[in-house]
T-cell receptor, first 113, second 114 residues
Framework: KNEVEQSPQNLTAQEGEFITINCSYS?????LHWLQQHPGGGIVSLFM???GKKKHGRLIATINIQEKHSSLHITASHPRDSAVYIC???????????????FGKGTKLSVKP | EAQVTQNPRYLITVTGKKLTVTCSQN?????MSWYRQDPGLGLRQIYY???????DKGDVPEGYKVSRKEKRNFPLILESPSPNQTSLYFC?????????????FGNGTRLTVT
């Protein structure tokens, strides 16, 4: 079964802490997205990965294809990083469908000042 | 400005009254898709379109219709809405799945069916 699991479900951190959010999936993928959703509800795409590592500012995303695992790291966390972070995966073979995205349930991050 | 525009932002309707939620993008993207977001269930894909006149079902297509007559527009149609379709809906686009590019999301439509 094609599944996406995120952990932790909830995360509270103090400002300045290093944060890691994990995403595991069950079978081979062609792409993995990390998304951010602020309390207002809008969704922003942070990264799209098919291999390796990407960095944007204080955010770093990595993917290990062999272990079927991706991590999103936030360095020097800030209260404005408080949001829900969502992993989304496009599986290589999802019933013959190339365009379907499967989402994790999200990680709710709260960064306290 | 490059964007995905959804309308309306909020919609309250009654069971059985047909409605359409519009989605338009100005980035010449090939791929467009619709999602619903529910507490405890997260985001789930309803329908997607790889290009004009090409649409395919996502994980939860029941009760929804879509059309892709032109590249920029991808409306979501609820022919006979029911209360279990009360949800937060998002449209998104990307240049194409082969490009493995980021997704661009609309601002969302909060639908309530009574």
């Amino acid at each position: 079964k094609n599944e996406v699991e995120q952990s932790p479900q909830n995360l509270t951190a103090q400002e300045g802490e290093f944060i890691t959010i994990n995403c595991s999936y069950s079978v081979g993928i062609s792409a993995l997205h990390w998304l951010q959703q602020h309390p207002g509800g809008g969704i922003v795409s942070l990264f799209m990965l098919s291999s390796g590592k990407k960095k944007h500012g204080r955010l770093i995303a990595t993917i290990n294809i062999q272990e079927k695992h991706s991590s999103l790291h936030i360095t020097a966390s800030h209260p404005r990083d408080s949001a829900v972070y969502i992993c989304a995966v496009r599986f290589e073979n999802y019933g013959g469908s190339q365009g379907n995205l499967i989402f994790g349930k999200g990680t709710k991050l709260s960064v306290k000042p | 400005e490059a964007q995905v525009t959804q309308n309306p932002r909020y919609l309250i309707t009654v069971t059985g009254k047909k409605l359409t939620v519009t989605c338009s993008q100005n980035m010449n993207h090939e791929y467009m898709s619709w999602y619903r977001q529910d507490p405890g269930l997260g985001l789930r894909q309803i329908y997607y379109s790889m290009n004009v006149e090409v649409t395919d079902k996502g994980d939860v297509p029941e009760g929804y219709k879509v059309s892709r007559k032109e590249k920029r527009n991808f409306p979501l149609i609820l022919e006979s809405p029911s209360p279990n379709q009360t949800s937060l809906y998002f449209c998104a686009s990307t240049p194409g799945v082969a490009y493995n590019s980021p997704l661009h999301f609309g601002n969302g439509t909060r639908l309530t069916v009574t």
